[in-house]
């Protein structure tokens, strides 16, 4: 498969996951208090997030949606270009959880573009989060890993 079919493939799949499950959280958890999967350590925990991770710039809700519409942009017009396998799961991830977040960010209250994410999965001293978070994170630890083995996402041309 080439590795902007990987990409797509990718992000579709951690779009539709995320969605799914944040159609899930708000219809049982948003009228329930914590709910423990695995005692403390893990539990579901209903929030809208005005803000972003670790509720950073809480209300500025336009500025993270113009800056995920510019990654977005960024990814699929450069989407094409790269050759590297683990560099288009690294995009996949991030484009997949950009998009999870920015459907939030775009459709949900209280107003287009200024919408809640809706986060749900609590671990001890971290703060709530959902499975675009994850895939976000996911895609910066493996794009550290590419990068330390000094992996380009593009594969550079030879010249003449």
């Not at 779009?15 to 948003?30: F, H, M, N, R, Y």
């Not at 050759?83 to 991830?93: F, H, M, P, Q, R």
């Not at 998009?99 to 960010?105: C, H, K, V």
Request: net charge positive; with cysteine; glycine share 8%.
């Amino acid at each position: 498969m080439r590795p902007w079919r990987t990409l797509y493939l990718i992000a579709w799949v951690v779009w539709l996951i995320d969605l799914g499950t944040k159609v899930w959280a708000e219809k049982v958890l948003s009228s329930r208090a914590n709910i423990e999967v695995i005692g403390s350590f893990l539990q579901l925990t209903f929030i809208r997030n005005s803000g972003a991770a670790f509720s950073i710039g809480t209300g500025k809700t336009i500025i993270f949606t113009i800056f995920a519409l510019g990654v977005l942009i960024f990814i699929t017009r450069y989407a094409s270009q790269i050759t590297s396998k683990g560099w288009a799961v690294v995009c996949g991830l991030l484009l997949g959880g950009i998009l999870g977040n920015l459907t939030d960010r775009i459709f949900r209250e209280p107003s287009f573009l200024q919408g809640h994410v809706i986060d749900w999965i609590q671990v001890p001293n971290w703060p709530v989060f959902n499975i675009a978070d994850s895939a976000i994170v996911i895609a910066a630890v493996i794009a550290m890993i590419l990068t330390i083995r000094n992996i380009a996402p593009i594969k550079p041309t030879e010249q003449s």
